[in-house]
């Protein structure tokens, strides 16, 4: 067999694992998950608005439009979910192509993905639901959104170091979309074992979240009964910084400080469990 067959067979592995994920029959495996977002969003009209989150989201949702010189607007957030208020408003006064948004909200705070939806269909606005860290999840589930796309890049929850992919419900929506296929053989096969052993991951992810909310239960944390993967914890004082910091390097668990874009925009501690490894 030669290694073009093989390449496709490995291909169609992944693309049966993803329509198992997903429920959406369409699918192609990319590059890199920012290589999905890119084909997706050039295929957007450059004369309507596209909608992105003001917090909570990818960094490549703020750089990707200005590449592609899309209109962009954002939608206001409460700690990192969408405001369906702000949402409805966008929608009535503007012309809107598409909305971008990422489930859960910076990977911790769950969207209201139905109503997100909805709204947007009532208004022709397709929904992108970028679902890096909820594949596998029953966020990636509900069918609440006209294409998914994620990244399989370290940290993520398909860890594989590389690569990306994206679904359609809809044949003619997929069409309209110009990607490259990821053909590297190494790539390939680490997408395919990761995605193969997702469950444990998640398993895995999870118990250590419950573990850190126990841990730091004095302590203001955001949205802690949602589904995710790093833990937000909100800080009034120098002092209740230095303490989340050093229970951080205690339980050698990497942290980012807040504000920031792909978390949320007030004064917080990021407790990055996703960048955790398990042992196989």
């Not at 860290?133 to 990244?151: N, Q, V």
């Not at 190494?186 to 997408?191: D, Q, R």
């Not at 874009?261 to 004064?267: L, S, T």
Request: hydrophobic share 35%; with cysteine.
């Amino acid at each position: 067999m030669s290694d073009t067959s093989n390449i496709e067979l490995s291909r169609e592995r992944i693309r049966r694992l993803l329509r198992q994920r997903t429920r959406y029959p369409f699918v192609a495996i990319t590059n890199r998950g920012d290589a999905a977002i890119k084909a997706v969003l050039s295929s957007l009209p450059k004369d309507k608005t596209l909608l992105i989150p003001e917090e909570g989201g990818w960094i490549s949702y703020q750089r990707i439009p200005r590449e592609k010189h899309l209109l962009v607007e954002e939608v206001r957030c409460g700690d990192g979910k969408l405001s369906l208020e702000d949402l409805r408003m966008k929608l009535e006064t503007r012309a809107c192509s598409a909305l971008l948004y990422q489930n859960p909200g910076g990977y911790f705070a769950e969207q209201p993905a139905s109503e997100i939806y909805s709204t947007c269909r009532d208004k022709n606005c397709l929904v992108i639901m970028d679902v890096s860290g909820a594949i596998g999840t029953p966020l990636c589930e509900s069918a609440a959104a006209d294409i998914f796309a994620g990244s399989f890049g370290e940290s993520k929850l398909v860890n594989a170091g590389k690569g990306g992919f994206l679904a359609c419900r809809d044949e003619a929506v997929f069409r309209s979309i110009i990607f490259t296929e990821a053909s590297d053989p190494v790539i390939l096969s680490s997408i395919e074992d990761h995605l193969e052993n997702l469950d444990r991951r998640i398993s895995f992810l999870t118990q250590r979240r419950e573990q850190v909310i126990r841990d730091l239960r004095d302590f203001s944390i955001l949205h802690k009964n949602d589904l995710g993967f790093v833990v937000v914890v909100v800080f009034s004082s120098a002092e209740e910084k230095e303490k989340i910091i050093n229970y951080c390097q205690q339980n050698s668990l990497e942290w980012t400080e807040c504000p920031r874009y792909i978390r949320v925009k007030r004064p917080a501690i990021s407790i990055e469990l996703k960048r955790l490894e398990e042992s196989r």
